[in-house]
Each structure stands twice: as structure tokens, then as C-alpha cells.
């Protein structure tokens, strides 16, 4: 699945609809004894631990990129089953579109980062870090808690245990 936030949340339903194990952001996966080993990034990516799957199948998220595409194996046979379409119980109707209101922005590519944490005390103090970004030409960012806790600020500014690299 895609190490997104929808992969990772739809990895945690499946897991406990399949009573399997979930691994999120899989760097590389191993199989010795008929077990599998997955290693990803913990404490923020300061190291790589090392998970052994102690159920039949499991469930991973893994980032694009990660794993080269495997070549097909004509050696290996089985079965297709041809199922149906069995339309739902409940039908849903959408009766309304709405376009989603997102702040893009790529702080990756960014001059200058300002960034807030809880210190800044409240959202509406948020504004004097919004002029000094103004004034020397800054994105604004903000620590995980401002985003995820206080929902201060959007997702997609928020820095600190993430991919995203500074200079200082």
C-alpha cells in the first residue's frame, strides 16, 4: 500500500479485517525460515528497526521509489476466479461537489522557513509570524502539534519528523 496517510490508514483497517500484521514504511523485506523481516524507519528516522512477521501475511506501506519492479516469474502457476458485481446494500448519491481548499506548498523548495511551535500561544498569534514571513520573503511552517493537536496550521506545513531536509 502507499506510505501515504490514507495508505497507512487503510493498512491498519485491512490488518484487523485479516488478523495480520502491519508494518508502515517498509525500507526492505526479508524471508528467512518462511518468516518474513521487514525493516523501516523508527524515532523519526534517527534509525531502522527490524519487525519479524509473526503472522501467515501481512500488510506494508511502502514510499514510491523504494523497491524496483519485479520481473514476472513464468515459473510460478494459479488459479483466476471470475466473481460477479454485486452491487452494495446502500446506495449512496453524491449530490454536491466541492473543490478542496489546500494552501500547497512545497516548504522543500522554499528560500527561507519560519516555523511555529506551541510557544507561539495562539492561533491568532500566528499572524505576526505570517508578517514576518511577509517582510523577508519566508514560508511559514509548523511543528506537528500545531497541525495534528491544535489544528492551528495545515498538514502539509508542518516539519520536524518528516522527509523534509534544512541546513540548520
Same mark, same amino acid.
Given at each position: 500500500m502507499p506510505n501515504t496517510?490514507?495508505?497507512? $490508514? $487503510? #493498512?491498519?483497517?485491512?490488518?484487523y479485517r485479516l488478523n495480520a500484521a502491519v508494518s508502515n514504511d517498509a525500507s #526492505?523485506?526479508?524471508?528467512?525460515?518462511?518468516? #518474513?523481516?521487514?525493516?523501516?524507519?523508527?524515532?523519526?528516522? $534517527?534509525?531502522?528497526?527490524e519487525e519479524r512477521i509473526a503472522t501467515p501475511y501481512a500488510v506494508l506501506t511502502i514510499s514510491s521509489g523504494t523497491f524496483d519492479a519485479a520481473q514476472p516469474d513464468a515459473s510460478r502457476t494459479g488459479e483466476t476466479h471470475t466473481v460477479e458485481w454485486q452491487a452494495p446494500a446502500v446506495a449512496i448519491t453524491r449530490t454536491a461537489t466541492q473543490a478542496r481548499q489546500s494552501n500547497s506548498v512545497d516548504l522543500d523548495k522554499a528560500r527561507l522557513v519560519v516555523s511555529v511551535g506551541r510557544g507561539i500561544g495562539s492561533k491568532e498569534n500566528i499572524a505576526l509570524a505570517e508578517q514576518l514571513c511577509k517582510a523577508i520573503g519566508a514560508e511559514l511552517a509548523c511543528s506537528r502539534p500545531v497541525a495534528e493537536n491544535e489544528?492551528?496550521?495545515?498538514h502539509?506545513?508542518?516539519?520536524?519528523?518528516?522527509? $523534509?531536509?534544512?541546513?540548520?
Open positions: 496517510r490514507r495508505g497507512k $490508514l $487503510l #493498512a491498519a483497517k485491512l490488518g #526492505a523485506v526479508s524471508v528467512q525460515d518462511g518468516k #518474513a523481516t521487514v525493516k523501516h524507519m523508527v524515532y523519526g528516522g $534517527l534509525a531502522i528497526g489544528k492551528w496550521m495545515e502539509e506545513r508542518y516539519v520536524g519528523i518528516s522527509n $523534509l531536509k534544512s541546513l540548520c
